[in-house]
Each structure stands twice: as C-alpha cells, then as structure tokens.
C-alpha cells in the first residue's frame, strides 16, 4: 500500500530534466550575449566612461546582445535551477516571467497591427534618429551599413535623408568630403567587382534625381521593409506562432513539475 501511495506521488524525470537540459542551453546563450555586450563595451571604452552609455544620439547595438542576453540568462536560471532542485519558488517565477513576455509579445503584436501609421511614424523617426548617429558609434553604422544592403534600401523613405547627418548633408558650409553623398551601403552592388569601393556615394545627392537611380538604391528602408513583410508573412507569422507555442509549452511543463512537487511534499 506504501508503495502504491508513494508511486502515485512522485517527480516526473522526463518533466524535471527536460526542462533542465532547455533551460540550461538558454542559460548559457544568455551568457554568452552578456558576455559579449561587455566585451564591446570594453572595445568602445564605455565600461571606463559609463555615462558616454546615454551620449549616443542613436541606438547602440550592443543594448540588444545586453537585454535579450539579460532576459535569457534570468529565464535560464530559474527554469535550470528550479527544476534541478525541485524549486518552487524559481520555478513559478520563470513561469510568470515567460508568461509577462508572452503576453508583451501579443499586445506589441496587436498594436502593431490596430496602429500601422503610428508605427510607420515611430520606425522613420528611430531610423532618422539613427542616421544622425551613423558616425558616432562603429556598431550602430554596421547595422545601419547591412540594414541598406539587405533590403536595397537608402535612408528611411529615401537618400535625402541622409542630409539629417552632418556628414552628408548638402549645406554650404558643410567641410566634410562626404557632402552631398550617401554611405558604401547605399550604392547599387556590381557583380563584377570584389572590392567594395567605400567612396561610391561621394556626391551622388548632387546628381539629378533621374541619374542617381543608376549609382544607388533610391527607395527607403520603411517601404522596402514593408514589402519584406508582405512577402515574407507566412514566415514571420509562422516564427511568431512557433515562439508562442514554445513559451506557453514551457510554462505548461513548469507548472505541471510545480504541480507534481508540491503532491510529493503534501504526501511527506
């Protein structure tokens, strides 16, 4: 009868260690971004100069490998250690926690949907704040550089944005060489050429409209992103949806191992 009782209350191994072996490569992969967001910052100086954090006028790239590292590594350590040591309380916080992101991610996705023009407003604005920023940050001008490459793009809604950086506007009073022009990542690509020429864009802006068409992309990152998405929704709602699935998954597992812990202790 003992062992009848005791059989009926146990610790499912599957459950616990399943949820170990996930969260711990979660864990790991958090650390790895954190570890590499310092290491950048180390590179930059930021980490000698802390304030210098909030003296760009952009966004700095290595906020991402920052947060979303934070995130995971936080949500790696409650869901790792509390299924390794049959941890209530770590356990329903990585519950909850997943399960604040996963409702974030279902009104961000929404809103996005009810309010398209604010949104469209919202991006040509962080995009132009962030071409104001091109030369202040090695970062924020890679991601800048591969955003107008991947997507053919230049500026937010078209090159005479780039007049927003005091580099590349078209004022009279402006030294700088790069007047009038455009970044590399802006030039239409030749086939033919395995050197980059990093001074393609130089006074391409002071070409008529109808000839800078045949040295760069003349269309802006919002459209093209929007057509990226309108050709792309099945993969992006499917991504959307497996992560979904993944995080209402793992809360159902974590709960129900919270579930078979606290059976196990009430039958102590």
């Not at 991006?123 to 132009?128: E, K, M, R």
């Given at each position: 009868m003992s062992g009848n009782h005791y059989k009926?209350?146990?610790?499912?191994?599957?459950?616990k260690y399943f949820i170990f072996g996930f969260n711990i490569l979660f864990w790991l992969l958090g650390?790895?971004?954190?570890?590499?967001?310092?290491?950048a910052w180390s590179e930059k100086?930021?980490?000698s100069n802390i304030s210098s954090i909030t003296d760009l006028g952009g966004l700095d790239p290595v906020w991402l490998f920052m947060v979303v590292g934070g995130v995971m590594f936080i949500l790696g350590f409650a869901g790792c250690i509390g299924a390794l040591r049959?941890?209530?309380f770590l356990l329903k916080f990585f519950s909850v926690f997943l399960g604040i992101i996963f409702f974030l991610e279902l009104t961000t996705g929404v809103l996005?949907?009810?309010f398209k023009d604010w949104i469209k407003d919202q991006?040509?604005?962080?995009?132009?704040n962030n071409i104001r920023a091109y030369r202040d940050d090695?970062?924020?001008?890679?991601?800048?550089?591969?955003t107008q490459e991947y997507w053919e793009c230049c500026g937010a809604f078209g090159a005479d944005d780039w007049n927003l950086n005091i580099y590349f506007n078209c004022t009279d009073g402006n030294p700088s060489r790069e007047k009038c022009g455009v970044p590399f990542s802006c030039c239409t690509k030749d086939p033919a050429e395995d050197v980059i020429n990093t001074q393609c864009g130089y006074d391409i802006r002071a070409k008529p409209d109808s000839e800078q068409k045949d040295y760069i992309n003349?269309?802006?990152?919002?459209?093209?992103f929007e057509k990226w998405l309108q050709d792309n929704l099945t993969l992006v709602a499917g991504i959307f949806i497996g992560v979904a699935l993944l995080q209402i998954f793992g809360i159902c597992l974590a709960q129900n191992l919270v579930s078979d812990i606290e059976a196990v202790r009430a039958s102590w």
């Open positions: 009926g209350n146990e610790v499912s191994c599957c459950i650390m790895a971004l954190v570890g590499i967001g310092l290491w100086g930021v980490l049959e941890n209530t996005a949907f009810v991006l040509n604005l962080f995009i132009n090695i970062d924020l001008q890679n991601l800048i550089d591969f003349v269309k802006g990152c919002v459209p093209q």
